[in-house]
């Protein structure tokens, strides 16, 4: 219980210092996740012989943030290690890294992914400044008006035709309520901030950076928040597509609330209110990440 309470207080710290530029919390953050990461390479959950291939994925980060990092090749270079060291992460493709025995809930064994906590440190402190945009100045309504039509709006697009296509099945959660607050705080912390983080903070923006770039036309950001749905959806193929498809739509909406908001913390909230909704009032299949 001990390491679990330790996960999450460092990684709410963390994040929440990354999104304020609070410098102390993220320290505060990130020391107290040392902890949990300590016992999980004891516990040989994190073969150490890996640890120096993260400490190289640290310095891409390092490399890819700072304004220091030469541009050109190197920098391209360093951005494809990037993504294939973080995709890598994601899909749990990467070697020498098993689930740790976080705690016991009701008797059963709670599984943790390493990748996960590996993740948090390399995804977030990535996220680029969000583009603004031509038509709409940020500020000019306020983000939690943005955020509250966003929601029902996603809910009465992405429920009905769940249900039409037979990807949900209405059944309410009959989880016990500690393994409920691990779920939705897990779900929040390493599902929610990890996707917001990188398929909205970094691949749209870059990808709007691109189309920008690229094209004069009015419709440029409209292309990058299209392409970066779409990858969003596409690595959500493993659930059949269906899932793809109502991943993609979902990842649209998360995507035009940061970009109207310019806030993370929008879309990541957007992210969990979706998913807490799917996981509490349609439990009888898997929980969307």
């Not at 950001?221 to 979902?250: N, R």
């Not at 109207?260 to 979706?274: Q, Y």
Request: charged residues 10%; aromatic residues 12%; proline residues 8%.
């Amino acid at each position: 219980m001990g390491l679990a309470v330790l996960l999450f207080a460092g990684g709410f710290l963390f994040w929440i210092g990354l999104k304020s530029g609070q410098r102390g919390w993220t320290l505060s953050g990130g020391s107290l996740l040392l902890i949990p990461l300590a016992g999980m390479v004891a516990s040989g959950s994190i073969a150490p012989v890996i640890l120096p291939v993260l400490a190289g994925g640290g310095i891409l980060v390092w490399a890819l943030k700072t304004p220091r990092c030469p541009p050109g090749a190197l920098q391209i270079a360093a951005g494809l290690g990037y993504l294939l060291l973080v995709l890598a992460l994601g899909f749990r493709q990467f070697p020498g890294l098993t689930p740790f025995s976080l705690l016991d809930v009701s008797g059963k064994e709670v599984l943790f992914p390493p990748e996960k906590l590996l993740l948090l440190a390399l995804v977030p402190p990535l996220v680029l400044t969000p583009l603004q945009p031509d038509r709409w100045r940020w500020g000019c309504e306020p983000p939690g008006k943005t955020f509250a039509l966003a929601l029902p709006v996603t809910l009465l697009v992405l429920i009905p035709l769940a249900l039409f296509l037979e990807h949900l099945r209405p059944g309410w959660t009959h989880a016990s309520i500690p393994v409920l607050v691990y779920s939705l705080a897990y779900n929040f912390l390493f599902v929610c901030v990890l996707e917001e983080s990188f398929f909205r903070g970094i691949v749209q923006t870059l990808f709007m950076r691109w189309a920008r770039h690229w094209s004069r036309s009015s419709h440029a950001d409209g292309w990058g928040l299209i392409v970066a749905s779409l990858f969003f959806g596409g690595v959500h193929a493993g659930g059949g597509l269906t899932f793809v498809f109502l991943a993609t739509l979902a990842g649209f909406a998360y995507g035009l609330v940061y970009y109207l908001t310019g806030r993370m913390d929008s879309a990541v909230f957007l992210h969990f209110a979706v998913n807490t909704v799917h996981q509490l009032a349609f439990a009888a299949l898997p929980t969307p990440a």
